[in-house]
């Protein structure tokens, strides 16, 4: 008899989500975290005497049905939302968009463009949700449920008629650029709409895909398509904390500096583990939550997997460019509109704002004006502005020159749209694509474990054979943000493999 049913690599939210599931369904489970600590890109890093989120400062695509069937809230989850948006540079006027009505202080035109562009959005995110949330229907279906299943999700596409199913297809491989200047015509709304899009891709407002990056990062369980930035109390670490209380309650037994060095492979069937210090640990399931070139080309034995899948496992795209940036400060900033503080501040006020920042990551260089997503948090040392920065690319900081040379276009940029920042600055911390790969062992330091890029989502995510959470190793499942539906804090890929292993 095997020492656990189902071993859990990662303790990351997508593996304390899958060991949650699984343990509460009765299946003696083990998770194995390499780190001291959980939470991955949940979790909080520590300078000087200062704490703060490491890479994610916000949970808003969070998925519902994780928290009520886990029962979060009993574990000390606390949500809420934030007070809006305020888009801001150092030469445009500020647009705030409230979360009570992000609309209020637009154009009548600009009104009505948006409320229709919603429309789409949340017709597109309807007719897709059960495969933006669910599992995939099965390109080979083996029974009548399958097939039912597969020709279920053309017929929603279709049931949205002639009028709006030309709309919803075409907008989903359109720029970012086409779908909102054929919508609204204030650049600022436009940056608004556009720059949560593009977290975790290889694009720019002018690249073809955003569309459906649009829809990805709205999805149907968002109230809106301007919705204000979803916090919880303590910052994500407390979500993960939630995660750990409930897989534990469950059952689950969680071991951190539990480094897995090779996942152990009989006959073709997925047996066990053994971990860096060599102790064995056999199972008779390994849900493995780390990126898919990890699973399948670092932990597993050279030879298990076909020639041609390994390649494709090696050719999955983990350009990582996104960077954080914590600054620790004696006080909050004056804003030209108070109540911000309490939500996101964007800087980068226009399209052609955001594609130049982008535009030096293709070359590894530093923009000058980098798109800043900005969030001001209460520690208990204090207040501290977590930075997210979008199209910082792991080779434009490879060295102490580099890295000096991010940070001080992240604060001057901050600086340019709100004067008097840098007064408050008494602490620093940066990480870049190249700390997110070396703390969290994350392939090409990308927080999303891959690129969402339309050739790398819903079949084709992670690789094409692989978009049901299975491996061609018997007994082997993959489980993290680099799965199907993709990655960012919703806790769904977890949920779906470990849906995956109990339905085996």
């Known amino acids: 008899m095997a020492d656990y049913d189902v071993i859990v690599i990662g303790g990351g939210h997508n593996g304390l989500t899958a060991a949650a599931y699984l343990a509460g369904a009765g299946k003696r489970t083990l998770l194995l975290e390499a780190r001291g600590e959980l939470g991955g ?29 886990l029962g979060l809230t009993g574990h000390g989850l606390e949500l809420s939302d934030g ?27 600009d009104r009505a463009g948006l409320a229709e562009l919603e429309r789409l959005v949340n017709l597109a995110g309807v007719a897709l949700k059960p495969i933006l949330s669910g599992a995939l229907p099965t390109v080979e279906p083996t029974g009548i449920g399958d097939l039912f299943d597969l020709l279920m999700a053309g017929w929603r596409l279709r049931s949205l008629g002639k009028r709006d199913m030309p709309d919803v297809m075409r907008l989903l491989p359109m720029t970012l650029r086409d779908i909102t200047e054929e ?21 720019g407002p002018w690249s073809a895909g955003g569309g459906f990056a649009l829809l990805h990062h709205n999805p149907p369980w968002r109230s809106q398509l301007l919705g204000p930035p979803r916090f919880a109390k303590g910052g994500p670490a407390a979500l993960a904390a939630a995660l750990s209380a409930a897989a534990t309650t469950n059952g689950a037994t969680v071991r951190t500096a539990a480094r897995v060095a090779r996942i152990r492979v009989a006959e073709g069937t997925a047996v066990g583990v053994t971990l860096a210090d060599g102790e064995t640990i056999d199972a008779d399931a390994i849900l493995s939550a780390c990126d898919p070139t990890t699973t399948l080309v670092d932990l597993l034995q050279p030879g298990w997997l076909a020639p041609e899948k390994q390649r494709a496992a090696q050719a999955i795209r983990y350009r990582g460019t996104v960077a954080t940036a914590r600054f620790a400060l004696g006080a909050v900033p004056t804003l030209p509109v108070p109540e911000a503080l ?68 992240i604060s001057a940029t901050i600086e340019a749209a709100v004067p008097g920042f840098a007064a408050q600055v008494h602490a620093t911390d940066l990480s870049t694509a190249a700390d997110f790969h070396d ?6 330091g990308h927080l999303y474990h891959g690129e969402l890029g339309m050739d790398q989502l819903l079949y084709m ?37 470990a849906a995956r292993i109990l339905d085996a």
């Not at 955001?354 to 948090?377: G, H, M, N, R």
């Open 461 to 497: 995510r992670p690789i094409p054979g692989m978009y049901d959470h299975s491996t061609p190793i018997k007994s082997l499942y993959l489980g993290g943000p680099g799965t199907h539906p993709g990655g960012g804090v919703t806790g769904l890929p977890g949920k779906l493999s």
């Open 83 to 109: 007070s809006g948006t305020l888009v801001l540079s150092g030469t445009t006027e500020p647009l705030w968009l409230p979360a009570a009505d992000p609309a209020t202080n637009l154009s009548a035109d």
């Open 439 to 444: 703390e969290l062992g994350l392939a090409g």
């Open 183 to 203: 919508h609204v015509s204030d650049p600022r709304l436009q940056a608004a709409i556009a720059c949560p899009a593009l977290h975790g891709t290889w694009l």
């Open 41 to 69: 890109s949940l979790a909080n890093t520590t300078f000087g005497e200062h704490s703060a989120p490491l890479g994610f400062a916000t949970v808003d695509t969070l998925y519902p049905a994780v928290v009520e069937d």
């Open 342 to 409: 309490g939500g996101r501040i964007q800087i980068g006020a226009s399209l052609v704002a955001l594609e130049q920042a982008y535009d030096p990551a293709k070359y590894d260089e530093v923009p000058a004006e980098p798109s800043i997503e900005l969030t001001f948090l209460e520690t208990e040392t204090g207040p501290v502005a977590h930075a997210w920065v979008q199209h910082i690319s792991a080779g434009a900081a490879t060295d102490a020159g580099g890295r000096e040379r991010v940070l001080e276009a």
